[in-house]
C-alpha cells in the first residue's frame, strides 16, 4: 500500500479547496452569466432560424377534412368511441387549418394512442389528471379505466395538444398550457377546472396587447418566433421579450411548486408577478399611450378585487351590493360580440302591502334589485367616465 506523509495529505487538500474555491467563484459569476446568456443566445437563435415557417398555405376545408377524417378511421389504437369523439371536434381543427402543419397533425391523429391507468404519478398534484406525451403520441388518463371515467374538459385539453407541434426545442410550457387551455375553453365552451386559469390570464393580456394571431400561430408551432416580432414592434429589444416569456415560464414553475406545498415560493411568486405586470404595461403603454390601471377589462384580469371596487365607485353602489361576473370574451374561437356581464344584485326598501278583508297592512320590505351591466370597447377605459356611465345599462 501506498504511504503519504501528512504534510503531503495537507498540501494536496490545500490545492483542492482552492481550486474549489476558484471553481465556486467562477460557477457565481462567470458561468450563471454564461448559462443566462445561452438560454437567450438560444433562443435568438431559434428566432432567426425559425422565421421560415409558412403560414401562408391555404388549405380547402374539405381536403382537410377528408384527410383528418379519413385518419382517424385508419387509426389502429383508437376504439370506435374514441375515434366518434375526435371526429366531434374535427371542426375545432379546420378552424386553424391555416396555421397548422396538414401532413403533422393528420400523422398524429392515424397514430394517437389513449391509455387509461387507475394509478397516477401526480398524487400529491390534485390538477394532473392526463398528459400528453408527445414523443410518443400518446394521452394517458389517470384515475381512470375508460372514456366514460374522463372529465369532457379534460379530453378535449389534451386533444387540443395534439395539434401543437413542438418546432422549438426550447418551446415555452407557460405558453403552451395556457394558450392551449383558453382554446379549449373557448372551443369547448366550458370552463377548464386545472391548473392554468388560475395564471392563464397575463396570456390574455398580452392578446390585448399583440392580438390572438401570434398566439394561434403559437399553438399550431409552439413557435415564440410570432410573438417576440410583434413585441418587438412595440417596444424594446428581443432581450426583453425574450426574458418576459422566461418569466412567465418561471411563474408556471412556481406555481405548481406552491400547490405542491412548498410555501418557500409564496413571497417570491408574488414578486415575479409584479415583475411581470410591470413588464406587460411597458408595452401596453408604449402601445396605447397611457397605463393598463385606466382599462377596465385588463384589470379585470390582474386583480378582480380592484375591478369591483372601481365599478361600485364609479356606479355609486352601496356596500351591502353583491357583483358576480360572466366573462365572454373569445379570442380564437370568433365571436361578434366580446364583453364582460357584470350582475348587480343590490337590496331595497319597498312597500309591502297585504289587502284583507276588514283592514289593509303596509310593511317595509327588503328585496334584491338585480341589475345586468357590460363591459365592452364602448366603455372599458376609466379615463372616459361619460362613456363608462353612459354606456352601463
Known sequence: ?????????????????????????????????????????????NINTLKSIDFSVNYDAFEVYDRLNDAIINNKYLNEEEKNLIKSILWVFIDNKDYMDLNYFENALLTLKINYTKNNKHNNCLYTKAEYFDKKNTIVFYNSSCLQDVDDTILTHELMHIMQKKYDNNYNKYLIETINTIFNEEYSFTEEKSLYPNYYNFTKMLIEIIGEEPFRKYQCYTSVVPIVEELCKIYGSQDDAVELLYDLNEYQEMYSKIIKGKSKYVDKIDLLKGKILNKINKYYQNKYGFSMDNDLIMIYYYDKNTFYDL???????????????????????????????????????????????????????IINYDKIYQIDDSNRYLNNCSVLKKALY
Open 311 to 365: 365599478l361600485i365607485n364609479k356606479l355609486f353602489i352601496n356596500d351591502k351590493t353583491i357583483i358576480t361576473d360572466s366573462y365572454n370574451i373569445d379570442y380564437f374561437c370568433e365571436s361578434d360580440n366580446n364583453y364582460i356581464s357584470v350582475y348587480v344584485s343590490s337590496p331595497i326598501n319597498v312597500k309591502n302591502i297585504i289587502i284583507g278583508k276588514n283592514e289593509i297592512k303596509i310593511s317595509d320590505k
Open 1 to 45: 500500500m501506498k504511504k503519504y506523509s501528512i504534510k503531503k495529505v495537507e498540501k494536496r487538500l490545500n490545492k483542492s479547496l482552492l481550486a474549489l474555491v476558484v471553481l465556486f467563484a467562477l460557477i457565481d459569476t462567470t458561468l450563471i452569466g454564461g448559462i443566462i446568456s445561452s438560454f437567450i443566445k438560444r433562443k435568438h437563435d
